[in-house]
């Protein structure tokens, strides 16, 4: 009898094995999740696959997460946020600045001289997303918003050093606050997603592709461009923001604890998590840039404090179009710049 009792306790015990190994190698959810760079690209490889895997885990397998990189779904990348919003993708990585007035509130986050590190500043971000863009990111779900490491110039031609070397070339403007930014040195701006500049380098339809070097390496840039030039001090020249959000009819269809297992992969640990991990993305840029005996130049403090004085109406205006939409571009201005110095602490004592 104790026998037959032990089998039969046995064989419940692997039955329920049986089941549970069932379960978990056929999820409950399947989503997919929407980018446009390539699969060699860090973001893809460092921020978007380890946050799948980590929520596959955490959710016992009932969450998989199917990515899709490079549009592979179909479309161009300034349409990527209304695929979340509109269901054809479940969640999407994106740049905010592909829709050029779309989330003016973060336009504070775009403007000269703001960024310090991608860390800092992301998680900056974030918390200024949580207080002040609840209305402008109402139609999706938010997982996090971040940045890049401030930009640089990479130029086919010109070592750029003074304002002078700027005027009159072609200049790939990342977004809206760049591209006046640039026009103010006397630059030619040309609006255009990253993975479009290896080709309109070669073909001479940008003289200088405005970027991090994070995306370098990935898309050959130092090959075409040889010569770079950065901008340091308390606060670097640009940044772009980048938006990680999710369909909301998706999130809500999720019982209660797979939602949390999502909440527990976004918002600021989040953001700085993709902070970091676009700061360390940079120095694989500067290896092969330097392995190819490219050139580097740093604007000196008194050729930066000219930039500032030029790019100063770009600011300006930004907060009096908020002020024109009732929005207050004064506070919000400052309260981005309070963020950024309260979370640069954070990171520099962590």
Request: aromatic share 8%.
């Amino acid at each position: 009898m104790k026998l037959k009792n032990l089998l039969v306790a046995l064989g419940i015990t692997l039955g329920s094995l049986t089941a549970a190994t069932t379960q978990a190698a056929e999820p409950e959810f399947t989503l997919k999740l929407h980018h446009f760079l390539t699969p060699l690209s860090p973001t893809h490889q460092k921020l978007m696959v380890p946050w799948a895997e980590k929520v596959m885990k955490e959710s016992d397998g009932r969450i998989k997460i199917d990515i899709y990189p490079a549009m592979q779904l179909g479309g161009k990348p300034p349409q990527l946020f209304d695929q979340a919003r509109k269901g054809v993708a479940d969640i999407v990585w994106t740049v905010g600045g592909y829709t050029p007035g779309r989330f003016p509130k973060a336009g504070a986050f775009e403007l000269p001289f703001m960024p310090v590190n991608a860390e800092a500043t992301s998680m900056a971000l974030q918390e200024y997303a949580e207080t002040e863009m609840q209305d402008e990111l109402e139609d999706v779900h938010l997982l996090a918003l971040h940045t890049h490491a401030p930009g640089a110039f990479h130029s086919r031609d010109t070592l750029i050093k003074t304002a002078d070397d700027i005027d009159g070339l072609k200049m790939r403007a990342p977004n809206k606050a760049m591209a006046e930014a640039l026009s103010t040195l006397g630059a030619s701006p040309v609006f255009m997603p990253v993975p479009t500049l290896p080709s309109a380098l070669s073909k001479g339809v940008v003289d200088v592709a405005v970027m991090p070097f994070e995306v370098v390496n990935p898309l050959k840039i130092h090959q075409l461009a040889p010569n770079h030039t950065e901008v340091k001090g308390e606060r670097g020249l640009y940044t772009q923001f980048f938006m990680f959000v999710m369909n909301k009819k998706t999130y809500n269809k999720l019982p209660a604890d797979l939602q949390k297992v999502i909440d527990n992969n976004s918002g600021i640990n989040e953001a700085r998590r993709m902070g970091y991990e676009f700061d360390q993305a940079e120095l694989p840029g500067y290896e092969v840039s330097r392995a190819e005996n490219n050139k580097f130049y740093t604007i000196s403090p008194e050729e930066t404090a000219k930039w500032k004085k030029a790019m100063q109406p770009v600011t300006d205006d930004w907060i009096e179009d908020m002020n024109d939409e009732d929005l207050d571009g004064t506070r919000l201005y400052k309260k981005a710049n309070d963020l950024i110095k309260k979370y640069e602490k954070v990171v520099s004592e962590s």
